[in-house]
Every structure is written in C-alpha cells, then in structure tokens.
C-alpha cells in the first residue's frame, strides 16, 4: 500500500508533458509529404497555379512547420513559374514565408481534410509569419491543389469556394498526380 501511495504522490508533484502521438505525427508527415509533392507536379501541367506562382519573387522558400519543432515541408519557386519540393531539412531562417500549426492536432485536423484552412486560421490553428499577400497565395495554391486530391463531397466541406476546374482536366491531373506526381515528383 505505501509503494503505491508512493507512485501516486511522485506523479502529482512532477509536470506534465504531453504524449506525443507517433500515430498522427506519421500521418502528418507523410500528408506533409504527399502536398509537397503534389504541388511540384501540379505546377508543372496546370496554368492557374503557374499564373498564380508567377507573382511571387524568384527563389521564394516556403516551410510548412508543425509547432514546436516537426514534422515540416518546404516548398520554393523556380523558373518557369513552378514550385519545387524540398523536403524536411529547410531551416526557419531559410523561409520567406513560414506557415506554423500550433500543435500536432491543429496539423492533423486540417491535413486530415477534417477542418478547412479558413475555420483553422479563425481558430488560430495556424500562424503565419512573412508577407500576407504571398500567405494568401500559397492558400489559393493549396485549394487548387486539394481540389485535384479530394473527391469532390470532401472539398466542398474543406473549401470555401470549389475552384472552377473541367471534370475531364481535374480526373486526368489528379490521376496523374497519384500515379507520377506524388512517386516521382514530375
């Protein structure tokens, strides 16, 4: 009896630190991954993105970053109007725009299709730091992007507004960014 009376006093005068959940923190990783790359291939064959890219300042980096410290994604221009994905090792510092979760469930929730960027940002799930203009940029950019990945009952409770793309145009490129895009990054 006193052993556990033990234990149970030792715990209630320590802190608490949060469990870390490995399950969510690969999911986000590899959603993370799967964006990523998704906006790489989908800059390549589609003009809105690439009219909507051509804005921005030639090598602009931006780092997607789940607060405190991973998982992240960074993404940055090219020539030609395209964005080019480059993985996990790009340092804040590095970033001209840098779009931070505040925690790993606020990521998992919106990455997750469960919650859209406008309800996350009213609920400040997600901050940014940099220029707004190019932040709400990148924002179009993504709601193209989750337009060609999520069937279409999943984007209309994710987006406020369905970008305005063919039928025949957003099956082919989402067909293409499964098979090619996310795999081989073309």
């Known amino acids: 009896m006193s052993e556990s009376s ?3 006093g030792s715990q209630s005068g320590s802190q608490l630190v949060p469990r870390r959940s490995v399950f969510k923190t690969i999911i986000v990783k590899i959603v993370l991954f799967v964006l990523g790359r998704s906006l790489q291939s989908a800059t390549r064959h589609d003009k809105t993105l690439q009219a909507e890219v051509e804005s921005w300042p030639q090598d602009m ?3 997607f970053k789940v ?6 994604m960074a993404f940055a221009k090219t020539g030609l109007n395209r964005l080019q994905y ?3 090792n790009v340092s804040d510092e590095e970033a001209d725009l840098l779009i931070a979760f505040k925690n790993l469930d ?3 929730m ?6 859209g960027t406008p309800r996350a940002y009213v609920e400040h799930r997600i901050a940014v730091r940099g220029d707004l203009v190019y932040g709400l940029s990148v924002i179009r950019c993504l709601n193209i992007v989750e337009r060609y990945l999520f069937p279409t009952f999943i ?7 369905l970008p305005d ?3 025949l145009k957003r099956n082919g490129l989402r067909l293409w960014i499964f098979l090619f895009g996310i795999a081989f990054g073309i």
């Open 110 to 115: 919106m990455l997750t299709a469960q919650i």
């Open 67 to 72: 607060a405190p410290h991973t998982p992240r």
């Open 61 to 63: 980096v931006v780092v």
């Open 106 to 108: 606020s990521a998992f």
């Open 155 to 161: 984007a209309q409770r994710i987006l406020r507004r």
């Open 6 to 8: 033990n234990t149970a």
């Open 165 to 167: 793309i063919p039928f």
């Open 86 to 88: 480059k993985g996990t």
